[in-house]
């Protein structure tokens, strides 16, 4: 199975610079999910995480003539996503709100699109587990399997060395599957088989 | 259990993330295959790293009706907004009108668009309008029901077969087709889509506007006039061509054009689209090329100017259409 987002055609990307409303609706309907996705692993609130994906995308309209792309488009919009999180994550420790975990792990089993509820067992399980994980191992975590950063780009983005950044990746997994060791031949059993590189 | 060190944990991230050497790759290979606890470890750290992305939690979120609440607090580009050239006292009584204009919205809230639509064309090809305005054309074998769910506000399609279909595109009431494992949202658009059961693909043609085609874990494709998009239902993957081949779409128009194409190839066609049966007498007439229009031609009237094309004689006899004369040598 591949995780990896496929990039939108760069035609509709130039067409949503020029402000064709198709283009931006094909934009949002591409990247919305996976978008979302990423930002519950910092939230870990499905209404938040919407929040911020959604005004996000209205701030992209907004700007669209004066985005300037370094990169991808794609990892433009997962690292605009990141960095909002993180300001409302900032923002949110200001305040000191602090809303009760428990309280939100139900959510997944509310969800009955198509989804075995041991399927939603499981993600909500590695999404317990992938929380755990310390703030800037969790980051460098994300920044591999979200956003498809190289190390070398996490180490600049984050102003450390590659070296650390592959302690941390050795270190996220080692956390998470102490964790869901249980639960790892379930998963096996649902998601079909492993092959080898 | 074992427990290896902190190093191999490095290592086997590297070789995950696709950032080991081959020296790395080799270590990490030697390690696994020293003890099968070594083995079961690594599949373990694998499935970590693969389950922590999966596309699975996408399902929680719902783009269309997120894209509901993102689309009115959007500007068009370039204008100003309408609402602040008119009079704020116009607006007033706009407000009121509107208001009572709801009243009479309120009353038809059993409409009859709540209640499925199906069609089916089995030996025909049948032309319909849908409850909302749009057009479709079946083709032979072709199953689709129509639903219009009032509370989500999607105008639904699930199909089995293959159909074309005119969209009447409304912004409030997203279009969205069901088929396969795999959905064609329409953004102001006619297109067809081949999926057949019993076929490996689904296969989406775009001749007007543009469609998005993915799935519940894909993120699909988008697809503008022009183009084919193809999912392959065994890799799960999408891919475009940058190609139509209108063809396709005799079914409905019975509008072909051939362009150097095998007469066989012309013939299996026209057979299909039809459902006759246009024989040749010699198999090697079928290797000739030829280049032709046929634009609502009856069979008998295409058989003939194949005919004429290659100089050949048409038997109609017994209610059949039999081609004979010389053929063209086999392509080697």
């Known amino acids: 199975m591949s995780n990896s987002v496929q990039a939108v055609d760069q035609r509709v990307f130039e067409r949503f610079r020029d402000g064709q409303p198709n283009a931006f609706e094909m934009i949002f309907n591409h990247y919305y999910r996976p978008l979302c996705a990423y930002a519950y692993t910092f939230l870990h609130d499905r209404d938040h995480a919407e929040e911020v994906v959604q005004s996000a995308f209205i701030t992209l309209w907004e700007k669209k003539e004066s985005i300037a792309i370094d990169t991808s488009f794609q990892s433009y919009l997962y690292r605009m996503i990141r960095n909002a999180c993180l300001n409302v994550i900032k923002h949110e420790k200001v305040k000191q709100l602090h809303v009760s975990h428990e309280m939100k792990t139900g959510e997944f089993a509310q969800n009955t699109t198509a989804h075995t509820v041991l399927a939603q067992e499981l993600e909500t399980k590695i999404h317990q587990a992938m929380r755990t994980l310390p703030e800037q191992c969790r980051l460098v975590f994300q920044l591999s399997r979200f956003e498809e950063l190289k190390y070398h780009e996490i180490a600049d983005q984050l102003d450390i060395s590659v070296k650390t950044v592959e302690n941390h990746m050795g270190k996220a997994l080692r956390m998470m599957r102490e964790q869901l060791k249980e639960y790892l031949p379930l998963m096996a059993l649902i998601l079909g088989g492993i092959e080898l590189w | ?332």
């Open chain 2, 1 to 332: 259990m074992v427990s290896p060190n902190e190093h191999m944990d490095d290592l086997i991230g590297k070789v995950l993330a696709r950032e080991a050497t081959a020296s790395e790759k080799q270590e990490v290979e030697a390690w696994i295959h020293e003890h099968e606890d070594h083995a079961r470890y690594f599949r373990q750290l694998q499935e970590v790293f693969d389950q922590a992305a999966s596309p699975e939690i996408q399902a929680l979120f719902d783009t269309d009706a997120a894209w509901q609440k993102v689309r009115h607090k959007i500007k068009p580009a370039g204008r100003q907004h309408w609402m602040n050239r008119i009079p704020l006292v116009y607006r007033v009584a706009a407000g009121i009108a509107l208001i009572i204009g709801t009243g009479y919205l309120l009353f038809p809230l059993t409409s009859p668009d709540a209640v499925p639509t199906e069609l089916a064309a089995s030996s025909k090809i049948v032309n319909d309008t849908l409850p909302d305005g749009s057009l479709t054309s079946l083709n032979r074998s072709t199953k689709m029901v129509y639903t219009y769910d009032v509370k989500q506000k999607v105008r639904k399609v699930t199909l089995q077969g293959e159909a074309f279909f005119q969209v009447k595109h409304e912004e409030e009431k997203p279009f969205i087709i069901e088929t396969q494992g795999v959905y064609i949202k329409d953004i102001g658009t006619q297109f067809n889509v081949t999926a057949f059961p019993e076929s490996t693909i689904v296969e989406v043609m775009v001749t007007e506007g543009e469609v998005y085609f993915y799935s519940d874990t894909n993120t699909g494709i988008q697809l503008v006039a022009g183009q084919t998009g193809i999912y392959d239902k065994t890799s799960r993957t999408f891919t475009r061509q940058e190609v139509t081949d209108t063809n396709r779409l005799a079914y409905k128009t019975r509008i072909f054009r051939f362009n150097n194409t095998r007469v066989s190839e012309i013939i299996h066609q026209v057979n299909e689209v039809y459902g006759v049966s246009i024989t040749l007498a010699q198999e090697e007439i079928g290797n000739c090329h030829i280049t032709v229009n046929f634009d609502e031609e009856t069979p008998q009237t295409i058989a003939e100017i194949i005919a004429e094309t290659l100089d050949l004689v048409l038997d109609n006899s017994h209610g059949r259409l039999t081609l004979s004369g010389k053929g063209c040598p086999k392509p080697e």
